[in-house]
T-cell receptor, first 107, second 112 residues
């Protein structure tokens, strides 16, 4: 089974940087995903990490440490439209999602 | 089609009735997931199909829930004798690679 832990809510200021952490415990690890979900919409894929290190994609970066069971999503130059829930998901034999972190970006 | 298609987009049903929810994955995608999301909550895993392998049904909450995937493509999630606690958004996702699962827009089920 899996246990995935994320903060429930975060608030950050427009233009700033925010880091959303995710810790997990799994019997077998085969990749970690980050998804963005705006209220009332389906989740959309942001990033995938299977090896240790940082993956950068524009304003968004995702980091993974398999030995620590830890990942973070880094959002730079925050925009109001980044207000959404950010879901961490871990795959062993199947993909299981955490409960998500609701990010509010304020002016 | 270009994306994952789910139907209906909204379904209101009376308690005790059966419902069928449909998912058309992206053509060629071998992996298909069903998740359930209650208001303000995370995604709850229901069932996972991968190619011709036996599905992983470990997330189905009760024997009232079942799902099938015909011909490795379209999937139907059936809920029998619906209860009010079944009210949620049911999301389907598919993938043909190791990453980048694409979600459909979901079916919002309301049991009254």
């Amino acid at each position: 089974g899996q246990n995935i832990d994320q903060p429930t809510e975060m608030t950050a200021t427009e233009g700033a940087i925010v880091q959303i952490n995710c810790t997990y415990q799994t019997s077998g690890f085969n990749g970690l995903f980050w998804y963005q979900q705006h209220a009332g919409e389906a989740p959309t894929f942001l990033s995938y990490n299977v090896l240790d290190g940082l993956e950068e994609k524009g304003r968004f970066s995702s980091f993974l440490s398999r030995s620590k069971g830890y990942s973070y999503l880094l959002l730079k130059e925050l925009q109001m439209k980044d207000s959404a829930s950010y879901l961490c998901a871990v795959r062993d034999q199947k993909v299981t999602f955490g409960t998500g972190t609701k990010l509010q970006v304020i002016p | 089609g270009a994306g994952v298609s789910q139907s209906p987009s909204n379904k209101v049903t009376e308690k005790g009735k059966d419902v069928e929810l449909r998912c058309d994955p992206i053509s060629g995608h071998t992996a298909l997931y069903w998740y359930r999301q209650s208001l303000g909550q995370g995604l709850e895993f229901l069932i996972y199909f991968q190619g011709n392998s036996a599905p992983d049904k470990s997330g189905l909450p009760s024997d009232r829930f079942s799902a099938e995937r015909t011909g490795g493509s379209v999937s139907t999630l059936t809920i029998q004798r619906t209860q009010q606690e079944d009210s949620a958004v049911y999301l389907c996702a598919s993938s043909g690679t190791d990453y980048g699962y694409t979600f459909g827009s979901g079916t919002r089920l309301t049991v009254v």
